[in-house]
């Protein structure tokens, strides 16, 4: 597979090849004609018992799947040019990757993403189970966005009797986004991060950023509700700058009647009705029914993320243990006055230090 995509904008992604290979459950080898020519009926009839038999997939025997999807691999067609993260390691060609693109928009700034995949088969159908994902970003004006690799992994509805029963087999339970086992991007306040990434602008300024996802399943669909994110960054003049851990909250149409939770005792027939219920509600009393909006976003709100206190502003009574108006917090320091790290963090570094080990 490849792909050529235009957008009406005028920006276009370029995909390289890439294969995606089907495993059927075959009667290969065993049952293969070598295997079989000097048997007599009996004989054969034997093979073909045994090999019915063994237990392969899911629980069940050959006999029941044979031509059944077995698994789903994703490889690149052509060797892939090393991903950020692998060049860091001295690697010039992927070892991690098996889906390349590039991205441009009409403006001249471009995303260039390195994925992997795993599909799983629930059912006879394959579903993709996790990617794992890293980009590398350049914008016109000369800056540049490395972000590390992380991992979204994807739940189903498993092949069980109950499921089955009630035609649930392989729907969406949950998606999770996390960092690569093995790393934990940790903030400045301390708190631990899915997501990292480094920036550089054109002046040799630089910013590091991290950030955590979390996603509902709305009507079958993952939408993401929330994300929390703090920086720093050093200026080129030495001015050290730190944003608390904010979190922006996304609300969405039928969030809480049409989610995973709501819906994940009832039969397929049951969430349809449910769904042509709430799609006749009025949510926000507007006068027009909800109509086919779920998962729709309808409101972004920011908040200090858990644990994070905004002290009083100037303005405000500094008696008060945490602002009462204001929920994100910036702070900075210019070189030559004490650098103070939000929170009981790590120890700030030094902008030589840190700029000498880009992601
Ligand atoms: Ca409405």
């Not at 390289?16 to 020519?37: C, F, I, Q, R």
């Not at 939770?261 to 397929?268: Q, Y």
Request: hydrophobic share 35%.
């Amino acid at each position: 597979m490849e792909s050529l995509s235009e957008s009406l904008d005028g920006g276009f992604t370029i995909t390289d090849p890439y294969v995606m290979t089907y495993g059927y459950n075959m009667a290969e080898a065993l049952l293969s004609h070598d295997a079989l020519k000097d048997l007599d009926k009996a004989g054969i009839r034997k093979a073909v018992s045994d090999w019915m038999n063994q237990p392969v997939i899911e629980g069940r025997v050959n006999g029941w799947t044979v031509g059944v999807l077995g698994g789903v691999t994703v490889a690149s067609r052509d060797r892939l040019g090393a991903a950020p993260s692998e060049v860091q390691a001295g690697l010039t060609t992927s070892d991690a990757y098996a889906v390349h693109s590039v991205a441009v928009d009409a403006f001249g700034n471009s995303t260039e993403s390195w994925s992997s995949q795993i599909y799983t088969v629930i059912g006879g159908q394959a579903k993709l189970a996790s990617a794992t994902m890293e980009s590398l970003a350049e914008t016109a004006d000369g800056s540049e966005t490395a972000t590390s690799p992380y991992v979204m992994t994807y739940a189903y509805e498993p092949d069980s009797d109950a499921n089955k029963a009630s035609r649930r087999v392989g729907g969406l339970i949950s998606l999770t986004v996390a960092a690569p086992t093995g790393t934990t991007p940790t903030g400045c306040s301390g708190a631990t991060y899915a997501i990292y990434s480094w920036t550089t602008d054109a002046f040799g300024s630089v910013t590091e950023s991290w950030s955590k996802q979390t996603y509902t399943i709305i009507a079958g669909q993952a939408k993401m509700t929330s994300m929390t994110t703090e920086t720093q960054s050093w200026g080129v003049d030495g001015t050290h700058t730190a944003t608390y851990p904010y979190t922006m909250w996304y609300s969405c149409a039928g969030q809480s009647d049409l989610s995973y939770d709501a819906l994940k005792d009832m039969s397929a027939a049951d969430v349809r009705d449910a769904v042509s219920k709430w799609e006749a509600k009025d949510d926000d009393g507007d006068g027009s029914p909800n109509g086919a909006t779920a998962g729709r976003l309808l409101q972004a709100s920011v908040l200090p993320a858990d644990n994070t206190v905004i002290c009083p502003a100037p303005s405000e009574d500094q008696s008060l243990a945490s602002s009462g108006t204001y929920t994100s917090f910036t702070h900075s320091d210019d070189p030559f006055g004490a650098v103070l790290s939000p929170g009981a963090g790590r120890p700030t570094s030094s902008s030589t230090a840190r700029r000498s080990s880009p992601p």
